[in-house]
């Protein structure tokens, strides 16, 4: 972040509010200061706080100590630098807590306002610097994953089409529950469908289409996953990714060597509704067909499902779909029907998301589509062609 941008933010945890007062004055310059009167409350204010670089919390208070609050934070948000406040009867529970929850640091009370001030900025600064070194990372790994995912595209471009829609998705009801999706997700969304690719076409249209699959077939797409999962096990620093893919695929679950965090249990039961849905909508049931199925699944919480309804709201609006020209195909519109290369083989199933290379793809696949319509979504909010463009191909002839 740099020193332009947003300040980092600063939760300081007490029971007392002249104390909480205090903290806000002493450290006003050095962040954006938010205040949790007792553990409960800050706990409740961390999915608020994007930004959080430094916790402050008291060790005794009512209800939760300040240790069992700091280990909280520590797991639901890892990187913020965590400063216990304690009295001197409490210093072997501070050293405790240092030791396993792993505390920044802590401070006695009273405690100088300048040791304060100190110390939070040394908390600010390695905040800082364990983001950037994370984020490099993230996005070195996610771009060396993405050349991959980009190669094999070009094996399977309907199953890797097809999960193009689940990331979206999947980002997007996130984004709806105030949540991250975060790179790992996003990832492991894709490269659900990696095994697929060895797979044949026939099969792999099954598995698209969500049909159900013969005891022999079953064996393959697992043994098709069992190599996806060998493929991705030498590459360093991906583990949050392989874990998701073993609670994503049931095929997987023998692999996982320890016991994944919440966090990514709660990620890989969305990306497993999304799926369903989009596997659902692949083979052309519509929206609230769907919908009710879904609320069948264990993972289909009210929460979830509310937020996907939310998310495909104006897709269930038959006016938006339109008949377009091949040539006015744009990244972002989603096919409502299959489509097959002369050969019948699978090239994109209904609910496919429309990418920069689709048309490239498509006619040199099907050149025979070069003068055909295509019956199309258009999402909400879309911008890129003249309305005289969607009303040729209104699917009513009225109009998109």
Same mark, same amino acid.
């Given at each position: 972040?740099?020193?332009?941008?947003?300040?980092?933010?600063?939760?300081?945890?007490?029971?007392?509010?002249?104390?909480?007062?205090?903290?806000?004055?002493?450290?006003?310059?050095?962040?954006?200061?938010?205040?949790?009167?007792?553990?409960?409350?800050?706990?409740?204010?961390?999915?608020?706080?994007?930004?959080? !670089?430094?916790?402050?919390?008291?060790?005794?208070?009512?209800?939760?100590?300040?240790? !069992?609050?700091?280990?909280?934070?520590?797991?639901?948000?890892?990187?913020?630098?965590?400063?216990?406040?304690?009295?001197?009867?409490?210093?072997?529970? !501070?050293?405790?807590?240092? &030791?396993?929850?792993?505390?920044?640091?802590?401070?006695?009370?009273?405690?100088?306002?300048?040791?304060?001030?100190?110390?939070?900025?040394?908390?600010?600064?390695?905040?800082?610097?364990?983001?950037?070194?994370?984020?490099?990372?993230?996005?070195?790994?996610?771009?060396?994953?993405?050349?991959?995912?980009?190669?094999?595209?070009?094996?399977?471009?309907?199953?890797?089409?097809?999960?193009?829609?689940?990331?979206?998705?999947?980002?997007?009801?996130?984004?709806?529950?105030?949540?991250?999706?975060?790179?790992?997700?996003?990832?492991?969304?894709?490269?659900? &469908?990696?095994?697929?690719?060895?797979?044949?076409?026939? %099969?792999?249209?099954?598995?698209?289409?969500?049909?159900?699959?013969?005891?022999?077939?079953?064996?393959?797409?697992?043994?098709?996953?069992?190599?996806?999962?060998?493929? %991705?096990?030498?590459?360093?620093?991906?583990?949050?990714?392989?874990?998701?893919?073993?609670?994503?695929?049931?095929?997987?679950?023998?692999?996982?060597?320890?016991?994944?965090?919440?966090?990514?249990?709660?990620?890989?039961?969305?990306?497993?509704?999304?799926?369903?849905?989009?596997?659902?909508?692949?083979?052309?049931?519509?929206?609230?067909?769907?919908?009710?199925?879904?609320?069948?699944?264990?993972?289909?919480? !009210?929460?979830?499902?509310?937020?996907?309804?939310?998310?495909?709201?104006?897709?269930?609006?038959?006016?938006?779909?339109?008949?377009?020209?091949?040539?006015?195909?744009?990244?972002?519109?989603?096919?409502?029907?299959?489509?097959?290369?002369?050969?019948?083989?699978?090239?994109?199933?209904?609910?496919?998301?429309? &990418?920069?290379?689709?048309?490239?793809?498509?006619?040199?696949?099907?050149?025979?589509?070069? &003068?055909?319509?295509?019956?199309?979504?258009?999402?909400?909010?879309?911008?890129?062609?003249?309305?005289?463009?969607?009303?040729?191909?209104?699917?009513?002839?009225?109009?998109?």
């Amino acid at each position: 972040m740099s020193p332009s941008g947003p300040a980092w933010q600063i939760l300081c945890v007490d029971d007392d509010a002249d104390v909480l007062a205090g903290l806000q004055l002493s450290l006003r310059q050095l962040g954006e200061v938010h205040v949790a009167r007792g553990g409960e409350a800050a706990l409740a204010q961390l999915p608020l706080l994007d930004r959080l !670089a430094v916790v402050v919390c008291d060790m005794r208070m009512p209800g939760m100590t300040g240790d !069992a609050v700091l280990l909280q934070c520590r797991q639901r948000c890892p990187t913020a630098a965590r400063i216990l406040l304690t009295g001197y009867s409490d210093i072997e529970a !501070a050293m405790r807590a240092v &030791n396993q929850g792993r505390i920044f640091r802590f401070l006695t009370k009273p405690c100088p306002r300048e040791e304060l001030q100190q110390a939070v900025r040394d908390g600010i600064e390695q905040h800082r610097l364990i983001h950037a070194e994370r984020e490099l990372l993230e996005q070195t790994i996610k771009g060396c994953m993405q050349a991959l995912v980009d190669a094999l595209a070009m094996a399977s471009p309907a199953s890797f089409g097809q999960a193009q829609r689940m990331v979206d998705l999947v980002q997007r009801v996130s984004a709806e529950c105030r949540h991250e999706a975060g790179w790992a997700a996003e990832m492991a969304t894709m490269l659900a &469908n990696l095994g697929l690719v060895s797979l044949a076409p026939s %099969l792999q249209e099954k598995v698209l289409l969500g049909l159900t699959l013969s005891l022999q077939e079953q064996l393959e797409v697992a043994r098709a996953q069992a190599r996806t999962w060998q493929l %991705l096990l030498p590459v360093p620093r991906i583990d949050p990714v392989r874990q998701l893919l073993g609670l994503i695929e049931p095929a997987l679950a023998g692999h996982q060597v320890r016991e994944p965090p919440e966090i990514l249990i709660e990620q890989a039961g969305l990306i497993r509704m999304v799926r369903r849905y989009v596997r659902l909508e692949a083979a052309g049931l519509p929206v609230l067909t769907a919908l009710e199925q879904l609320a069948a699944m264990p993972e289909a919480t !009210a929460e979830l499902l509310a937020a996907l309804r939310q998310v495909l709201g104006p897709q269930a609006d038959l006016s938006r779909q339109v008949q377009l020209a091949v040539e006015l195909l744009r990244p972002g519109m989603v096919l409502m029907q299959p489509v097959h290369t002369r050969g019948g083989q699978l090239l994109a199933p209904a609910g496919y998301q429309v &990418n920069d290379s689709f048309v490239e793809r498509l006619l040199a696949a099907c050149p025979e589509l070069a &003068n055909a319509r295509l019956a199309v979504l258009i999402p909400a909010g879309f911008s890129g062609l003249a309305p005289s463009a969607l009303l040729i191909g209104s699917k009513d002839g009225q109009g998109a």
